[in-house]
């Protein structure tokens, strides 16, 4: 049991808390909201937040940042592994200075793994909220979904899909959706007026969208959909819809995913496609058609507008003069974990039209949208999952119908969508789901208990050379590892398959695999586990890097 009137010491491992991403607004408020009771110690391993990055001034936390350019002295250190930027580099070093007695994490389930092989697991409660945006979702996550001590997602269809997955294995508390901040994005008083303060003329039709352009986000199908919309206006003689009709897109460009000029040049969509821009000089956003990456801003007249992304966005004030001008929201997605978008959209009383898959569907029908009829599902090479396509024809006519609904019908169905994030998305809701689970923990075995004796941790030996390769793995799990409950697990056999194989598939490449490798790899992880527990006990010394400092000095001035 914890020591009485002792707070918790809670960390989350996640995108630094001022990111324009859905992971870190999510981080925001939980640590916000969670600091505001002043019931916990909190502190937040922030990925892509760096040292003396003046954007963390409002943290009222213990801030680590573990980001490094390339002049940092530690870049090619942070480089060698794909996972490091998502924290596993500075994890351990993170835990042995704040010794946390909950570690949480809400991003997909790749990103968190070395949480669960962590030397130190013993040592903290760990909860997680994975990204579950489709089924089936891949065995070995099935299986670090199991080793945690409770699972949050994001949407009851999420929970669903681990809890029959999981066969009862998997620790599931309930879905924890995000919220909204409804006193930010709620609907204008006069549209139209909204958009003549914005440069729109008042009387025009928008359909709009804020996604990443990512891979799995259907640019390509939304423009399809969208072109033809406005045919069927003309074969239907209502060209006057068509005319005055725009699809508004918020996104990035150049990114991960879609060639966005030669789309809206394929599609013949460049003079009814519309774009938010910000000023990286004066941070003035503005709407306009396609300038390409780059373009002038009309405020202060630099060379210095882009198109928003993770590291430079509107702020929510601004994201929700955006979203005022839509008459529809759209999210056209093979899959969701969650896209939070679609809340604040029906915050503002925007209508909602999703695809009716995944996250998705728990969106549009608690909004009281407009589902978007499936046309086939596919299987993903690099998930293993069932993907949806949704029937462009269809998404079409959904649109075509709307708007020709009278204005009334489609006011009604805003202030539906209104009243359901009311009662289902703020958050509120959402942090006193986390408040309530975290004050019900109770820490079992060593779980914050960070001052114990050092426990005796075994030099690696050298395996036996007559070994069958089961029993190879089996030793090296018990007598390197030492991590004796791995046996006859997913870990275990996805090893011993190498093995059997002699490769490791990596993307489009194959890494050879043999009992060297494995020994090796199985022998670092020993070797850092016998340094942390040295470290643990202040038999070995560490050195104070600059991301440790940093959090240390920073705390000693916050609220």
Known sequence: MPTPNKKKRILLCN?????????????????????????????????????????????????????????????????????NEFGRWRFERVCL???????????????????????????????????????????EWIETFTGADGVFTYSDWGLDVLDKEGNGTIK??????????IDIFKPVPDKEAHRDSMGFFSDCNIIG??????????YPDLFIAFRKFLDRCYREG?????????????????????????????????????????????????????????????????????LPSTTVGLN????????????VYIQYAVCEGFGMPQ????????????????????????????????????????????????????????????????????????????????KFYTWEKTVNIWENYIDNIELKGVQGKWDIPKRRIYTPAMPPEELSNPDFIDWEIVNVLQEPDFLNSRFAMRFLRELNYGGRSTGENITPVNRKTIHTMFSHHAQNKMDCEAAR???????????????QNRAKYLL
């Open 172 to 181: 599931t508390v309930s879905s924890a959706p995000p919220g909204c901040e």
């Open 343 to 422: 809340v604040e959209a029906a915050s503002c009383g925007v209508p909602v039209m999703a695809v009716d898959y995944s996250a998705m569907q728990d969106v549009v029908n608690k909004t009281s949208g407009i589902p978007l009829k499936i046309e086939r599902m596919y299987r993903d090479l690099g998930t293993s999952a069932y993907r949806a396509l949704p029937d462009n024809d269809y998404c079409a006519d959904q649109i075509y119908n709307f708007f020709n609904k009278p204005t009334a019908i489609r006011r009604r169905l805003g202030n539906k969508a209104r009243k359901a994030v009311e």
């Open 238 to 306: 209502r060209a006057d819809i068509a005319n005055k009709s725009y699809l508004y897109i918020h996104c990035s460009y150049p990114d991960v995913g879609w060639d966005i000029p030669n789309l809206l040049l394929e599609h013949g969509l460049g003079n009814k496609t519309i774009f938010t821009y910000i000023c990286k000089i004066c941070d003035n956003p503005f709407c306009a058609f396609f300038r390409d990456a780059r373009t002038v801003c009309p405020k202060c007249h630099s060379a210095g507008a882009v």
């Open 537 to 551: 006990v202040g038999e070995l010394i560490l050195d104070t890097p600059d991301f440790i400092r940093y959090a």
């Open 316 to 327: 929510p004030q601004q994201l929700s003069q955006v979203i005022n001008l839509f008459d």
């Open 97 to 139: 200075d704040f010794k946390p007695d909950i570690v949480c994490d809400i991003r997909d389930p790749w990103m968190l793994t070395f949480e669960e092989i962590s030397p130190l697991r013993e040592f903290y409660h760990w909860v997680i909220m994975p990204t579950v945006d489709s089924a089936p979702q891949k065995d």
């Open 209 to 218: 969208t804020i996604m990443r352009n990512q891979a799995r986000k259907l």
């Open 15 to 83: 995108d630094a808390h001022f990111l324009y991403t859905g992971y870190a607004k999510y981080g925001y408020q939980l640590l916000s909201k969670l600091a505001d009771t002043g019931k916990y110690e909190l502190a937040e391993l922030a990925c892509y937040g760096s040292v003396n990055d003046e954007r963390d001034i409002y943290a009222r936390w213990m801030y680590y940042a573990n980001h490094v350019d390339e002049q940092h002295p530690a870049y090619q250190q942070y480089i060698s592994n794909a996972q």
